[in-house]
């Protein structure tokens, strides 16, 4: 399996696992004309009562999580797909640190 491939299929994983677990979702939250990827960040960090240590940390929280995000409306808008992802609680880690979390992905290989 390709490294893209691998992480595509773990960043679904993420979206599938916080729909199993029963987690408060914010799935269906989405950027409107009325609103902003950063109103979305807010409501979602307030959701899962997220604070970060500095400015750039939350940075690069916001970055990954436009990225995850991303990764959502787009796997979804497909219809190909026959599963539908969702943004959950690891919204703000890549699939490198939420498998470090899970101990159960590994990119090396």
């Known amino acids: 399996m390709s490294k893209i491939t691998y992480i595509l299929a773990s960043i679904a994983l993420i979206g599938m696992i916080g729909a199993f677990i029963g987690t408060q979702s914010t799935r269906n939250l989405t950027v409107t004309a ?3 990827i950063t109103d979305l960040w807010a409501h979602w960090k307030e959701s899962y009562g997220k604070v970060y240590a500095s400015a750039e940390e939350e940075a690069h929280r916001l970055a990954t999580f436009t990225d995850n995000y991303n990764f959502v409306m787009n796997w979804n808008a497909d219809p190909t797909q026959t599963s539908s992802v969702g943004l959950n609680e690891f919204a703000d880690l890549n699939t490198e640190e939420f498998g470090a ?6 990119m090396k290989g």
């Open 34 to 36: 009325d609103s902003s």
């Open 101 to 106: 979390l899970k101990g159960c992905l590994s």
